[in-house]
């Protein structure tokens, strides 16, 4: 298919290779998020309230 576009066959394997590195990435920065998450969650009126009282 790449080829019948004008592409280099390595393409398609390139962009699959990015898109599995950026979920790796993804993946970490989720991991490191939540071991961080303090379990504290704002409702939508609160978030609203902060910021328009700001």
């Known amino acids: 298919m790449a080829a ?3 592409r280099p066959i390595s393409d ?3 962009a699959a290779l990015l898109e599995r ?3 790796y ?3 970490q920065e ?3 998020a939540m071991a961080e ?3 504290e969650r704002f409702n939508l009126d609160e978030v609203l309230k902060d ?3 700001a």
Request: net charge negative; charged share 40%.
């Open 4 to 6: 019948c576009e004008g």
């Open 37 to 39: 998450d303090s379990g």
């Open 12 to 14: 398609p394997a390139r």
């Open 30 to 32: 989720l991991r490191a």
């Open 21 to 23: 590195v950026e979920d």
């Open 51 to 53: 910021i328009y009282d």
């Open 25 to 27: 990435y993804d993946l």
